[in-house]
């Protein structure tokens, strides 16, 4: 894989609804169903963050969910991008960007949102192919602020703003010309996921699904 390739794979995946759901997950035993419940909403695209002992499990179990496309957030190292795809993530997410990270994505084939939170940083991962890029954290790096400067001279680059994003401004950033889509945690709040309470959490979903962009 290259990274113009992985680019275009990332594009898909951050076409397939305005929002990808950033999940901290502490049981893997509630992960089929919550992967169910986000899916039945319109919400296909899952990332699982590498924050918890139960996140390697839990991507197991929600790639076997009819539908859904499970990734894993939070990659910090070759040995995190190696875990994740052997668990069965079909793309990964990071805060930021690293040589060894980049490397290891390509040579485990697994199409990455890597992330930058600067001109400097979007233009040092454009400049080895990457053109859609995760913008983190966003709203503490500037928000829609931001991604407006960055839009006129770096029009080659898409991104998926990640961080202090809900329900409440979510549509600010995807009313943006560079913006494919959000992620965010709102659609899973850890009591409904601790409760099990699976249509709060797909009607939570239908609404991030019909959002506009």
Not at 109 to 132: F, I, K, Q, S
Not at 164 to 184: S, T
Request: hydrophobic content about 50%.
């Amino acid at each position: 894989m290259t990274p113009g390739t992985s680019s275009l794979h990332a594009a898909e995946v951050c076409a397939l609804a305005p929002v990808i759901p950033v999940l901290v997950i502490e049981d893997a035993g509630a992960a089929a169903g919550l992967a169910e419940a986000l899916v039945a909403g319109g919400l296909p695209a899952l990332e699982v963050t590498l924050r918890t002992p139960a996140a390697l499990e839990a991507i197991a179990e929600m790639a076997r969910v009819p539908g859904g496309r499970v990734g894993a957030g939070t990659l910090l190292t070759a040995a995190d991008v190696e875990a994740a795809k052997k668990a069965g993530a079909t793309f990964g997410v990071s805060p930021g960007s690293t040589p060894e990270i980049l490397d290891a994505a390509l040579a485990n084939d697994l199409p990455m949102l890597p992330g930058a939170a600067t001109a400097t940083e979007a233009m040092a991962l454009l400049a080895r192919g990457h053109t859609v890029q995760k913008f983190f954290p966003a709203e503490a790096a500037g928000g829609t602020r931001m991604l407006k400067s960055l839009a006129s001279p770096l029009p080659q680059i898409r991104f998926c703003p990640t961080g202090g994003i809900g329900a409440a401004n979510a549509a600010d950033y995807l009313a943006l010309p560079n913006v494919l889509c959000v992620g965010g945690s709102w659609v899973a709040p850890p009591d409904a996921v601790a409760k099990a309470d699976w249509p709060a959490i797909t009607a939570l979903a239908r609404a991030a699904a019909g959002l506009s962009r």
